[in-house]
């Protein structure tokens, strides 16, 4: 187990993230993992690279502060600053950012703390999110094993969880870095396939009662699970595991309904079925069989949380969904199910998206905010219809799964007015 773990440790560095000796990382983590941290670093040492910075999180100790410190005291609090990440995206290092089920939930802190709390972390590495968006500043989320996340998941210990994580990240495979080339192959042929089709929307259907059209951005740009750095100079992988292809809706073009189908986590608290009705693109109705009052907290904390800023397309079949596990992760959930989220969209899902500002972005329908909150909407029975910008409709998906023939077949017919 431990030479698994010192694999996926070299694998994030090496390959994800394609960091060179003499680079900085910064490792952003949970106190539970603590464990795995320090093998990353001993790894990390081994390869050349050390300089290594840590955002450690520490929820009891997250809970503490809020609930017994003043307004004024939070405002000081430097545990809440991250002006750290902004140093090392500076330097020119990257950033890997390990994620697991978390706790404790801050359902009794006062909503007033909690705002002031997130605005801290977000104002103080505002350039370094944006520059995250263009890939500027690599950075890969990954997926580690801890206690805590097992036994929310039933499992008999954390090693069943680990190994659970190895096979979705492909380190069971003799050589992971060949598998993730196949992989990402084939990921890329079916991002470059939706290319092909210059799509202007997006019509969702299933029998829970999705009915959402999702307009497009003109000359819209699909990507998939490998990035090049914002230089061009590096590969990244920025989601460990990961298994999607998506793009960047346009924020004023989504009408109709969806419903949630896993498990949303937020701070720790779990949102089990919503619903969100859309008009012209802004979030109109929310609904939930529970916890509604924190999905609403979470749309009305930061600007634009309202309007959606990605669709991304996973096949209901995909490797993580045949696990038939819920995970209570986002990183690995979304990874098993199609989904959309809320917030901030992607500025390299149109041309030239990466060198525009803001202002520039909302112009041409790219959402803007300070968070971005990925929910799961894939069922058995998805259907996507697309249509491309002549008029023309595509099946996209079809019981859940990517129509790859129909696709092909619409592809070789139509003649490209």
Known sequence: MDELKRKYARFLIQKCLSMNPGEPLLLSYLIEQKEFVDIVKQEAKKLGIK????????????????????????????YFNRKVIKDVYDKGGSLLSL????????????????KLMNKIKVDTQ????KARGIYKFPWCIAAVATKKWSEKLKLKSEDELWNIIFKCTLMDKENPALAWDEKIRINTERRNLL???KLSKLRYKNSLGTNLEIGLPRNVVWWGAAKKS????KDLIVNMPTEEVYTTPDRNKVNGVVYSTRPLVIKGSIIDKFKLVFKNGKVKEVSSTNNKE???EMIEEFENMNFLGECALVDYNSPISKTNMVFNSTLIDENASCHLALGRGFPKCIPNGENMTDEQLLENGIN????????????????????????NEV??????DFALDEINKFLEERTDK
Request: hydrophobic share 30%; no cysteine.
């Open 51 to 78: 300089q290594i910075y840590d955002v450690e999180y520490d929820g009891k100790k997250t809970k503490d502060i809020l609930m017994n410190h003043t307004i004024e005291e939070i405002k000081r609090e430097p």
């Open 99 to 114: 994620t697991s089920y978390s706790d404790p939930k801050l359902d009794d802190v006062p909503l007033e703390k909690k």
């Open 126 to 129: 505002e350039d370094a999110v």
């Open 195 to 197: 290319n092909k089709l």
């Open 230 to 233: 914002f230089d061009g100079k």
């Open 294 to 296: 924190k999905l609403l």
């Open 368 to 391: 803007r905010s300070k968070n971005h909150v990925d929910f799961m909407v894939g069922t058995k029975d998805l259907s996507i219809i697309g249509t491309d910008i002549y008029g």
């Open 395 to 400: 099946p996209i998906f079809i019981s859940g």
